[in-house]
């Protein structure tokens, strides 16, 4: 049954009635407004609802900010949310980079908000859980304390003033780091900038069928974009199209000839275009309604005070609920650009 129609049989009616009055005084605020004040996540089964630019999430989990081979950056934005599918699949892919000696920790950038939703700023994707952003720098040692993580500079891995990768600071750690998380089924696609998919492309060779999944996009110099596919049980989330075969390397003139060179000047009386209305909530998925509705869910307990043993920060999963995707094995070892 879908989430609406659960939660529609399951309501007393009473309260979620008050809800949907208030709801539809407040239906053409932006929805990013309604949801960035949602700081805990809603006491549903998981599921994904809608699209990744246009959705929600219902019994998200929170990334833990440390743990033994990550930790969250910027915490006061509160973005840790995910499908818990989401959060095993970051720890498990931390620890397997570690593992295999590529980098000894990931930085973690945004993952979404506690029932998902349009964020106030920085991504226009992001909303139902399934995407997240990897630093393009390994985790330091000593490890950031909360403070630094709010000011730690972002690092672009190009050239200044180029779409070049900079080979001072880029090497093989980087191409296995996309790989590793590029060869899991989950991972429906990849982004990266422009510059990074060519440095890709001119310098891997044998097998190349993971790289179908890295597709350039704008920004993307300081962190990578992992996206997964939409989880079963999640009947009301919408796929993205398929990337279709190859390795990809052959669409990347587009970029170079037309999509970065500067726009040309507007032409003498042209009117300004209109900007784009802000997303409302009688946009969205109609579930979502009832997510925002939704009573707050238990919090996790925090990861912190694991790192030192190497515990895993693995949540249980929710009796009754399905698992999404199968996690990888456990490692017994001690992240448009996330803004500013």
């Known amino acids: 049954m879908r989430l609406w129609a659960r939660l529609a049989a ?13 709801g539809a005084a407040s239906a ?5 407004a309604i949801f960035s004040r949602q700081h805990a996540a809603a006491a549903l089964p998981p599921e994904s609802v809608g699209f990744y630019s246009n959705g929600c999430l219902a019994g998200g989990a929170q990334l833990p900010a440390d743990g033994p081979t990550w930790q969250a950056m910027r915490l006061s934005r509160d973005r840790r949310w995910g499908m818990p599918a989401t959060v095993r699949f970051i720890e498990d892919l931390s620890r397997e980079a570690a593992r295999r000696g590529i980098w000894p920790g990931l930085l973690l950038g945004d993952l979404g908000q506690a029932r998902g ?18 630093w393009l720098r390994p985790m330091p040692n000593p490890r950031l304390t909360e403070r630094q993580r709010e000011d730690y500079p972002f690092r672009s891995v190009l050239k200044p003033g180029t779409f070049t990768v900079d080979d001072r600071i880029w090497n093989d750690h980087y191409t296995a780091l996309i790989k590793l ?48 596919f939409c989880p ?8 993205q199209r398929s990337t279709g075969t190859g390795d990809g390397c052959d669409q990347l003139s587009w970029w170079f000839n037309v999509a970065l060179k500067p726009p040309p000047p507007p032409k003498p009386g042209a ?14 998925p109609r579930q979502c309604t009832y997510v925002l509705a939704a ?19 693995r949540a249980p999963a929710a009796p009754g609920a399905a698992t999404a995707f199968a996690p990888m094995p456990q490692v017994p070892i001690p992240q448009p650009r996330p803004l500013r």
Not at 233 to 238: L, P, Q, T
């Open 10 to 22: 399951a309501s007393a009616g009473a309260a979620l009635s008050a809800f949907a009055t208030a």
């Open 271 to 284: 009117k300004k275009p209109t900007p784009k209305p802000p997303l409302t909530l009688s946009g969205m």
């Open 295 to 313: 009573p707050a869910k238990a919090a996790r307990p925090s990861g912190a005070e694991m790192i030192a043993t190497g515990t895993s920060t």
């Open 28 to 32: 053409e605020q932006p929805a990013k």
């Open 232 to 239: 079963p049980g999640s009947a009301d989330c919408k796929e």
């Open 117 to 134: 939703g349009p964020l106030p700023f920085g991504h226009a994707s992001h909303q139902i859980g399934l995407d997240f952003d990897v």
């Open 181 to 228: 998380a590029a060869e899991e089924p989950q991972v429906q696609r990849i982004f990266v900038n422009p510059g990074i998919k060519k440095k890709l492309c001119d310098t891997v060779s044998g097998d190349r069928r993971w790289m179908n999944k890295v597709r350039p996009y704008y920004g993307h110099d300081e962190h990578f974009h992992v996206r997964l």
